[in-house]
């Protein structure tokens, strides 16, 4: 304080006479510039604030959503402050050129210069699945006759040439699948601009994986098809990736994953673990599988008591009524909750482990990309598929007389997706797939008379409604400032057996458990 009786900052006497001059004199210097960024920055975060909302705003209405400006067009990022905001290069949306025409800027950056991103963190250890999933072209590469039969059954062929998109579509997907999906693969260029090496990507929107392991073994087997889906199982090769619900699900409001993530983080603030209910819960489709069927008959009623609330989804109702019931950040509200397979493997798991609620997972025939990084016990409590009623009741019986390990699987599962399962991992993910599925290519792609170029204002400009909407919110505004985080090692092939084995003992574990209770409440 002292070193700064004399000084005067350079401001008018009747100023520095002021009592508030005589109060910031008692400050040190150092205070008084902490002070004043606060305030700078608050008041950034504040502008950008007043940003997203006009966008939303202008959102619903149906005047043209899209100009060549480039303020942010990513709503909710305003709740982050840039890490580096004069080195963000951003991409312009241009819907005043190619509004009404299918095209595609020219200008677009296709190329950036890696060497000043940052680094990044190593990948979470699912991602070494990846090693796995390309092993059977690992050694033989990728040829042109092998994508060529993997069209019988796909939905679109996907060119990635220098870093721009070409679509051929054999066949509509159900709903917005394909849109979605493709749409994601824009922003994955958008992101990691020149990174992603030319390719063809043959892709197959439906449940079911299709490609038999055993047709593609043994001494005079042809050569396995690269082809994407969804999900995948122990019998099958196909290769999985994200699906189309991280960019968003219009036809039944479930919006891109970035928005839900955040909405379910708070959700699960306004019902501590303890207060909720002390049953399992789940609310869905019941018709799609007879394992489903088979769930509701353990449904609570006058006559018995599993410990089960089962509720069926009806979207026509839910529709009519704007999806009230349906918000999935306001379904955390049981201490359990059950996940089971529909046809194949099911969106809704995400949403079901990121509750803070003890996931009862009936035992899966399929996984996608995320779930084999999924440990029971840690993450989830299993759940026998051939005896589920008293498999829950056990289970929730077992929680509630566990409540600490019980909210630690909870947490460890609501954790697992809110930090490995970030839209910033799915990206990479894709990345680092495509990237070691371009690098096996034997030939260079060329294109087909069929296929037209793809890109962002090809397929948004056009759009309208929730869809457009939920573009929007998905948007990758320019290249990203980090690298990719870098690709775990394989496994050897003991740490993976040993790893495989350690879930299997773990669910007999619970199996025996299981048996012992059920033992003893007979006798009794
Ligand atoms: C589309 O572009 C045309 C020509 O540039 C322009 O006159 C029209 O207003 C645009 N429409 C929308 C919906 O932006
Ligand atoms: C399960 O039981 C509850 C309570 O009786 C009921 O509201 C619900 O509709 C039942 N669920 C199904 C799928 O029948
Ligand atoms: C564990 O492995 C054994 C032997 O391979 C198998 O018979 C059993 O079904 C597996 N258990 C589970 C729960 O997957």
Known sequence: MVEHENNGWGLPRHFRDGIWWQFIKTLSRSTVLVVFSVVLIVGALFYTRMLDT????????????????????????????????????????????????????????????NDDLSPSATCPDYFRWIHEDLRPWAHIGITKEMVDRAKETANFKLVILNGKAYLETYEKAFQTRDTFTLWGILQL????????????????????????????????????????????????????????????????????????????KEGNTRKSWLNREPYGYW????????????????NVSDTQEWNARLYAQDWGKESQQGY????????????????????????????????????LLVKPHYYDFFTRGLNPLHHYWPIKEDDKCKSIKYA?????????????????????????????????????????????????????????????????????????????????????????????????????????KGKNSSIEQVESWEKSYWDKNMKS
């Not at 609310?283 to 353990?298: H, I, S, W, Y």
Request: with cysteine; aromatic share 10%.
């Open 54 to 113: 006009h966008l939303l705003s202008r959102d619903s209405s149906t005047k043209p959503l899209l100009t060549s400006k480039i303020y942010d067009t990513r709503p909710f990022l305003g709740h982050e402050i840039p890490k580096n905001p004069h080195n963000q290069i951003e991409i312009p949306l241009d819907c005043n050129t190619h509004n009404l025409t299918k095209s595609c800027p020219t200008n677009y950056p296709t190329t950036k210069d």
């Open 189 to 264: 260029l958008r992101r990691y601009p020149g990174m992603v090496p030319d390719m063809e990507l043959v892709f197959d929107c439906v449940d079911w994986p299709v490609v038999p392991m055993d047709r593609y073994s043994g001494p005079d087997a042809m050569d396995p098809p690269p082809l994407f889906r969804y999900c995948g199982n122990d019998v099958t090769m196909d290769l999985v990736f994200p699906d189309w619900s991280f960019w968003g699900w219009p036809e039944v409001n479930i919006k891109p994953w970035d928005i839900l993530l955040r909405e379910l």
């Open 283 to 298: 609310k869905g489709n019941p018709e799609v599988a007879e394992t489903r069927q088979d769930l509701m008959k353990c």
């Open 324 to 359: 009230k019931q349906s918000d999935l950040a306001s379904q955390c509200t049981h201490r359990y909750k059950v996940y089971i397979e529909g046809s194949a493997w099911s969106v809704s798991e995400k949403y079901i482990l990121a509750c803070d609620s003890v996931t």
């Open 396 to 500: 929730v019986d077992w929680g509630n007389s566990h409540k600490e390990e019980a909210q630690n699987i909870g947490k460890a599962a609501s954790n697992f997706i809110q930090e490995e399962l970030k839209m910033d991992y799915v990206y990479d993910y894709m990345f680092h797939l495509l990237n070691s599925y371009g690098k096996l290519f034997t030939y260079t792609p060329s294109l087909s008379p069929e296929a037209t170029e793809l890109c962002v204002e090809s397929m948004v400009c056009k759009a309208e409604g929730r869809e457009k909407k939920f573009m929007m919110e998905s948007l990758v505004k320019g290249p990203s400032n980090t690298k990719p985080c870098t690709m775990p090692p394989p496994y050897d092939p003991p740490s993976l057996h040993a790893q495989l």
